[in-house]
């Protein structure tokens, strides 16, 4: 079974920066693109941003210019950097995972969300 455990949510003020943290464990062959999602109270989930194996990168407009994804494929781990936060920026922040299991397939893997609120 696959999971992804985020961290490094929490309370910010207006301006400030946060590192979002999600790591993937279990038994799988490989994880291809990964990414993340925010859902803000009221709202559908959006995307942020999302990053391919080879490090190719997608972001949100609203993510342009202040949030930078990245990974590290020997870890299974995908990172949010997120500078110049504000208040529009408070969500659940989920990630995911396009993750290939032996003889199973490609299937994609969300994880539990982690909490970002940013006061102004």
């Known amino acids: 079974q696959v999971q992804l455990v985020e961290s490094g949510g929490g309370l910010v003020q207006s301006g400030g920066s946060l590192r979002l943290s999600c790591t993937a464990s279990g038994r799988f062959f490989t994880i291809n693109a990964m990414g993340w999602y925010r859902q803000a109270p009221g709202k559908q989930r959006e995307l942020v941003a999302t990053?391919?194996?080879?490090?190719?990168?997608n972001y949100a407009d609203t993510a342009k210019g202040r949030f930078t994804i990245s990974r590290d494929n020997a870890k299974n781990t995908v990172y949010l950097q997120m500078n110049s936060l504000n208040s529009e920026d408070t969500a659940v922040y989920y990630c995911n995972a396009n993750v290939v299991v032996r003889y199973i397939g490609e299937d994609v893997y969300w994880g539990q969300g982690t909490q970002v609120t940013v006061s102004s």
């Open positions: 990053i391919t194996r080879s490090g190719s990168t």
